[in-house]
């Protein structure tokens, strides 16, 4: 921060080096920018010939050759601006289709710790907008900079050709206006700014006593309630009014020193031509390019915003790039589980809280066995399930999948051993198929995509759909209702064949068949694996192998349904409160 100079520099420096793969693109932009450059420069050079030959002197070729030159230096410089702005874009856009691209992938690989301090909508902002940004940086600016610069130097060439003297006045003289004009213009942008926040408080207050009209007539608050909008209106009255005679007074003194500049630089062009040194042509020529020059200052000037818009994005972008990605320092492959899980002391204390989530938690679950954890909100079922993927690490202790603490495993096998059949399903808007076949190799065999979906209890509602298997759900899979959503979950589960299944259970009841089926299909699903439940259904916790009873992060009670029941402890009170309508019904 202390020398945000050369750091701009040096974001700035990186993006251009992701610009050298479209170097192509942006040397045929150079070439191009270079043409318009010399077309502009040479067509106010032509002012002169045109001038004296065609009108003073009248040369009956110049009459002829002039308007065909004219011509062909705008094909020129047309075909010239064609290339540098293909160029440019191409070479830009690539650039943010590459960020873009780069960043998604990277969001991916951050660990889940990472999604608690940045809403998913500024991540998205990030991509959308900020790239966007950046290509203003990359491109547009970098276009403005060279083509201007070339085209002031090329006219300023121009121009001395024609006569040096009359360009050094010029160069003296014109500084001195932009200067002043340049103060005047931020004392009426200092104003204007200040009548903005000004109409923001009036509208306020005009809100607040228009919201609130009852309690203003009744309190009889008319008159105090005016007087504060009266103040404000009066002000904004007064900026107004020097808004407007700042402007007027701006534009008045900006055009007297235009004019005084040009009586200046019409009295040094005068002498000269008196000395044979200019003639009429010349100083047109002149003329024109020092208007021509105005534009091309003007975007120059303006630049550096759009150069510190972008550089502060691409700053944003590349601390992203530069964030670590989540640990993956395992070396062990982990082909097929046998899916014994342990959790052996395991503490977790998310970043900034002060309790810890969990304490001290210690089990462990048997290939083939059900453990269902219940609890009431907040006690921290949901973290202890997002131990296992690794999607959040202990501050102590250690889960253990086969006897191995699930850091020393490969991130990537870890994973493959862990289905995960939870209350929110993503689908995208894609065929029944390839939803449930997410994550798997291409070219799958549609029959075990069918099979999975049979299994799944899915295949009774998918034949229903026009189109079967291959039916698109629509975005989010808002065509289908809840239970049909978890079913195919449920297929994709089956298919990807993991050993450990994490399921958590559906708050929002299902509809009774809807359920039945659901269940019937879970069914078939948990013998065949180390299933992990938040349970929140009698069926599941009476049925499982083990209950595990959560209390503000530490685990309270374990056994099965019947001895917990037994016990009378917290778990026959939850019992009692959680259960009670669905053992009715
Ligand atoms: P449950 O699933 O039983 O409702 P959780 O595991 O979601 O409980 O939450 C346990 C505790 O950890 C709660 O106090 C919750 O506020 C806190 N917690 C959960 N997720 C996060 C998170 N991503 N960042 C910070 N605190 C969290």
Redesign the pocket.
Known sequence: MSQPETSAWAVYRRLLGRAKKYSFFLGAAGVGMVFEAGAASAFTWLMEPMINGTFVERDPEVRWSLPLIIIGLFVLRGLATFCTDYGMARAGRSVVRDLRGEVLEKYLRLP??R??TEPVPSMVSRLNYDTEQVTQASSDAIKVILTDSLTIVGLLGVMFWYSPRVTLVMLVVAPLIAAISGVVGRRYRQINRGIQDGVANMAQSAEQALSAQQEVKVYGAQASELARYTTLINRNLGLSIKVESTRAAASSVVQVLAATALAVILLVAGSEAAKGRMDAGSFVAMLTAMMAMLPSLKRITNVQSLVQRGVAAADRLFAILDEPDEPDRGTMPLLHARGEIEFRDVSVR????D?P??AGISFTAKPGTVTAIV??????????I?MLPRF?EPSAGAVLVDGVPVDQYRLADLRRQIAIVGQRVMLFDDTITANIAYGQPDGIDPARVRAAAEAANAAEFIDRLPGGMEARIGENGGLLSGGQRQRLAIARAILKDAPILILDEATAALDTESERLVQDALNRLIPEHTTLV?AHRLSTVEHADQVLV?DA?RLVEQGTHAELLARGGLYAHLHRMQFRETEAG
């Open positions: 889940s710790s999604f608690d998310y970043p900034g809280q309790a989530a969990l609890g009431r909100s907040g006690s921290g079922k949901s973290t202890l997002r959040y938040i959560l992060g």
